[in-house]
């Protein structure tokens, strides 16, 4: 395997299970004690970018639109992975489990790349350095190279003319290219800027010193250019409808997962997982 | 205005450098009047300012200000502080009878956890709580218990490596967060993980105490003095970063210690630079700069490098260099200098340990202070503010001379003119008493004079006619006459010029009667009064 097979997330879910059976085989001994390899930041933004890759939208009048082919696709290859035990169903951050050794690969935000550390520490205390490689989103076999932009961006809240002169001024300095990449290079966060990111930003990468956000920054160039960014229309109550959107996939899949670790003690993977996942779709459909 | 003032200055100026002019103009004399009044009153006002010291009011006003932030500073400081080391104490002893509870199930004394890593996860974990809980009560910024034991003594690290529990508030300046910021920064992820709570970015497993006298400084002061309480040993390191980490923070550790006095750890309280910062960031609208430090005292010198800062973005550039600070005698304010960098400000002792504490030898100070520039710079505004002040004063003052003094003296000058003139009686009225009584007076007074002049007019002609009369006098009868003038009586003139008495009076009757007199007695009258007037009509 490559990092080139990682483009596609058919690939990088044959990856996982590639490494699940590999690590498995590290102890013979112990059945089915194989180890995860991937996690996704955010398993709501990673649905929106599935489906419109594949065409579709996860959000269709201010509710959730899970009876798509696109969203089987997207539900197939987190929820079979996760309860596989390929991909991780954690309430946290993809980085916290990539300290440890636990997973090995994941998708997120831009930002979260200066929380990845150089060393991975085992549950024996004992640590390895690590290097982080950073590729472009993946696509969907078939699908649309699309990524999110999605942030909180910035506002003014009302106030005294002074104020708001003061934060106009600040926003125009902020968003100077120039100090627009000081903040990218220190922060992860893209540019919102064209001019920021164009030529400017290609002059400046080779100027970085921080490996990391080097890696990053020419991801996000080649994204710029190959990718169509998907900002999805912000409603009241999109929050809230995330929320329940992921914990409800994560209890959903941790409940399969244990039981898919009882039956597979009797049953053969295959077997188990289909045991495991029999209408689960709908009743996680019917929670919506 | 000013141009005018100087004209009129030049004027008068001139009118009193005139050669041969003896005498001034009454206006140039009561605009020095005024003039001098004007200068002595301002005098006198800069005399009061020097005296009651208003040029270094300037001054006096940034110590006054800066001694009440001090106060306010090292009060909270010293009240923040307490109340951490009685929290870290009690922690302490909570996670000791907490831990010897769990020591007893098991049957492995605290003492001996180095020798049983396989159950440091479980002691660890069942300790979460009560950590968690200690730092959402204590305001603070972290909290942490450090056991002297290792989950993997076969390290080549174990020797230096303890297994414990750190978790941090990211947003300690948040109250009553609906949604805590906690985070693990040393911990088993496992035990993260089961609370739900992130590994902090620099996370490590275990503690690495190669060079940490947070660990070892309360460690060995309690194995010096077991007979000690928990209350005379807990220790407040200086600014420090744990390794592998970047944050800068105090930390307050107690020693961790059994009832049968045995030493198993230490636990503590953190304050992070930024919460230190957050909550005593000094409220002021007149330094921008004026900040706050906390600092060890070092034989009279501060090291910035160890010091807490909340405040002005100098101390912060400065903090970087890790200088030391010498702080000089105190005139107004102590200054605190090195090479590149001066400050003035005050400073407090405060007290972070009680009395008997195996710290107490550690002196820290509470200092208030601004970059010297800026309280130079604060004072000269003000003195050239009010020295402005006072020669818009000077001037107007002489504006207000000049244009009183012309005022004052028009309508006399114009008094002075109506006296001038011919006919006072139907003079105009000056309004003012004094030269309308003038008037009045002159107009009455003219007339009498008048009166008399022309009186004295009718006399003249009188006594002229007489002086007239006197040369048709014969020879004889002038003889008699002088002898009259000479104030002779008729029997003397007779005897002088040997005559008759009979004689003399034939004489008398032709002078009378020649001079138009009646009698000897008017005759005398007019020349006594010929004599009062000065005419002599004898020759001597």
């Given at each position: ?41 955010s ?32 539900w ?8 596989l ?126 490996a ?6 020419q ?14 229309r ?16 994560k ?20 077997a188990?997982y ?15 | ?36 009044l ?24 940034s ?81 942490f ?24 508030n ?5 109250i ?19 609370n ?41 390191t ?78 912060r ?9 010498n ?13 590149d ?39 000269t ?21 000049l ?40 107009a ?12 004295e ?71 006594n ?12």
């Open positions: 395997m490559t990092l080139e097979d990682l483009k596609t997330f058919e690939e990088l879910f044959k990856t996982a299970d590639l490494y699940y059976e590999w690590t498995d085989q590290q102890t013979p001994d112990i059945a089915n004690d194989g180890k995860m390899f991937f996690m996704a930041d398993l709501f933004n990673a649905a929106l970018i599935g489906c419109k890759q594949l065409g579709e939208d996860l959000i269709q009048g201010g509710a959730l639109n899970l009876k798509s082919p696109a969203y089987e696709k997207i197939d290859a987190y929820y079979k992975s996760a309860v035990g390929y991909t991780a169903i954690y309430d946290g951050y993809a980085t916290d489990l990539a300290k440890t050794g636990d997973i090995v690969c994941s998708t997120g935000s831009t930002a979260g790349v200066s929380f990845f550390s150089p060393t991975v520490t085992y549950a024996d205390n004992t640590s390895e350095p690590a290097e982080l490689s950073i590729l472009p989103y993946p696509v969907f076999e078939n699908g649309k190279p699309v990524a999110l932009q999605r942030g909180a961006g910035m506002c003014v809240i009302k106030s005294s003319p002074e104020k708001e002169r003061a934060a106009a001024v600040f926003l125009k300095w902020f968003t100077n290219p120039e100090n627009k990449l000081r903040f990218v290079v220190s922060t992860g966060y893209i540019p919102v800027t064209q001019a920021a990111f164009g030529e400017l930003m290609t002059k400046k990468i080779e100027d970085i010193e921080d990391n956000i080097k890696q990053l920054l991801a996000t160039r080649t994204m710029q250019k190959e990718y169509e960014f998907y900002t999805p912000l409603f009241t109550g999109i929050d809230e409808l995330q929320s329940q959107y992921e914990a409800q996939l209890e959903i899949a941790a409940s399969s997962r244990s039981s898919y670790l009882e039956y597979v003690s009797s049953l053969d993977t295959q188990a289909e045991a495991a996942s029999q209408g689960i779709l709908n009743e996680f459909i019917e929670r919506f | 205005m000013i141009k005018i003032l100087l004209t009129r200055l030049g004027h008068i100026k001139n009118k009193i450098n005139i050669p041969g002019n003896q005498t001034l103009p009454m206006d140039t004399r009561l605009f020095l009047l005024f003039s001098v004007v200068l002595t009153i301002i005098a006198g006002v800069v005399a009061i300012l020097f005296i009651t010291g208003t040029f270094t009011a300037g001054l006096e006003e110590k006054r200000l800066v001694e009440n932030e001090l106060n306010h500073s090292s009060s909270a400081i010293s009240r923040q502080y307490g109340e951490l080391s009685v929290q870290a104490i009690d922690f302490s002893r909570e996670l000791t009878r907490s831990m010897e509870a769990e020591s007893q199930r098991t049957g492995i004394p605290l003492n001996k956890l180095a020798d049983h890593p396989e159950i440091l996860e479980e002691v660890i974990s069942a300790e979460f709580e009560r950590a968690l809980f200690t730092l959402q009560k204590s305001k603070s910024s972290g909290v218990f450090i056991l002297n034991a290792t989950i993997n003594p076969a390290l080549d690290k174990a020797e230096n490596s303890r297994a414990g529990l750190y978790i941090k990211m947003e300690p300046n948040i009553s967060s609906s949604s805590p910021n906690f985070i693990v920064l040393r911990g088993i992820p496992s035990i993260s993980r089961q739900s709570l992130p590994l902090h970015t620099q996370w490590k497993m275990e503690f690495d105490v190669k060079d940490a006298p947070y660990y070892h400084r309360p460690l060995e002061a309690a194995l010096a003095n077991p007979d000690l309480p928990l209350s005379r040993l807990y220790y407040w200086p600014v420090t970063s744990l390794p592998d980490s970047s944050e800068e923070v105090m930390l307050c550790s107690v020693p961790l210690v059994d009832s049968k006095g045995n030493v198993f750890g230490v636990c503590g309280i953190e304050i992070s630079s930024m919460l230190f910062k957050l909550t005593h960031l000094p409220d002021n609208n007149i330094f921008n700069r004026l900040f706050c430090v906390l600092t060890p005292l070092k034989e009279n010198s501060m090291d910035f490098h160890q010091s807490m800062f909340a405040g002005g973005y100098s101390a550039i400065l903090s970087r260099g890790g200088d030391i600070l702080i000089s005698d105190p005139s107004t304010f102590y200054t605190y200098s090195h090479k960098n001066s400050f003035l400000g005050l400073h407090k002792h405060v007290q972070l340990y009680p009395e008997g504490s195996a710290f107490s030898d550690e002196k820290w100070l509470v200092a208030v202070m601004v970059p010297e520039k800026d309280i130079v710079n604060s004072i505004t003000l003195n050239l503010l009010l020295i402005a002040l006072l020669m818009i004063l000077v001037i107007a003052g002489i504006i207000a001379a244009v009183l003094s012309r005022r004052f003296l028009k309508p006399i000058n114009e008094g002075l003119d109506i006296i001038k003139s011919a006919d006072l009686s139907s003079a105009p009225r000056t309004k003012i008493a004094e030269i309308d009584n003038l008037i009045d007076y002159l009455v007074h003219n007339q009498e004079l008048y009166e008399k002049a022309r009186q007019n009718l006399s003249l002609s009188i006594l002229d006619e007489f002086l007239e009369n006197t040369k048709e006098l014969s020879p004889a009868e002038r003889s008699v006459f002088d002898l009259y003038v000479k104030g002779h009586t008729a029997k003397e003139i007779a005897e002088i010029l040997c005559l008759s008495i009979n004689t003399i009076k034939t004489h008398n009757k032709r002078i009378y009667m020649k001079l138009n007199v009646a009698s000897r007695d008017e005759l005398l009258l007019y020349i009064m010929l004599d009062e007037i000065g005419i002599k009509i004898i020759d001597n």
